[in-house]
T-cell receptor, first 116, second 111 residues
Framework: KQEVTQIPAALSVPEGENLVLNCSFT??????LQWFRQDPGKGLTSLLL?????REQTSGRLNASLDKSSGRSTLYIAASQPGDSATYLC???????????????FGQGTILTVHP | DTAVSQTPKYLVTQMGNDKSIKCEQN?????MYWYKQDSKKFLKIMFS???????INETVPNRFSPKSPDKAHLNLHINSLELGDSAVYFC??????????FGPGTRLTVT
């Protein structure tokens, strides 16, 4: 059974800092890894998706890396801003079809607060 | 244009009632999902449909019944609501097993 863990559970930083959020998963047989952002009372916004064959993906100030064999991913946020404050979630689907098709297993998230 | 939409956004009802939540996606995706986010913010999949066919059916009480009239819609009907059903329910869609796009959520409160 896949388990996804995110560390730290919460993080508070001053504006401008670079920061790293961590995600680990127990079963390396994943199809891809997706990072999401959730604002309070809102839905999930997809930030980055890394295919299992890729090592990293970049979008603006965000960079996500994937080490599938060790079961780890990191989300790097450069020059953080107060608008980055949100909960960040990582999720993985299994590398299998059938009844597991597209089944995302989520971590519990990292609550990020960036203060001015 | 909203990619994945859900109605209603908020739903307050009494125990024992039956209610439905609707989901629609205009992305042309062939797979749709329902997730539940509990009070501790933990997200867990409930169901998925691929081309109107049920694929994933997690350990969910029989009181929950998804219905997919077509590829663009996946509704969730809940019978005999219980206090423990209070949560935020998210609909999502994807093309095959790729990136999933989520709706804004429906906050269900059972009193």
């Amino acid at each position: 059974k896949q388990e996804v863990t995110q560390i730290p559970a919460a993080l508070s930083v001053p504006e401008g800092e670079n920061l790293v959020l961590n995600c680990s998963f127990t079963d390396s047989a994943i199809y891809n890894l997706q990072w999401f952002r959730q604002d309070p009372g809102k839905g999930l916004t997809s930030l980055l998706l890394i295919q299992s064959s890729q090592r990293e993906q970049t979008s603006g100030r965000l960079n996500a890396s994937l080490d599938k064999s060790s079961g780890r991913s990191t989300l790097y946020i450069a020059a953080s801003q107060p608008g980055d404050s949100a909960t960040y979630l990582c999720a993985v689907p299994p590398d299998a079809g059938g009844t597991s098709y597209g089944k995302l297993t989520f971590g519990q998230g990292t609550i990020l607060t960036v203060h001015p | 244009d909203t990619a994945v939409s859900q109605t209603p956004k908020y739903l307050v009802t009494q125990m024992g009632n039956d209610k439905s939540i609707k989901c629609e996606q205009n992305l042309g995706h062939d797979t749709m999902y329902w997730y539940k986010q509990d009070s501790k913010k933990f997200l867990k999949i409930m169901f998925s449909y691929n081309n109107k066919e049920l694929i994933i059916n997690e350990t969910v009480p029989n009181r929950f019944s998804p219905k997919s009239p077509d590829k663009a819609h996946l509704n969730l009907h809940i019978n005999s609501l219980e206090l423990g059903d209070s949560a935020v329910y998210f609909c999502a869609s994807s093309q095959d097993i790729y990136e999933q796009y989520f709706g804004p959520g429906t906050r269900l409160t059972v009193t």
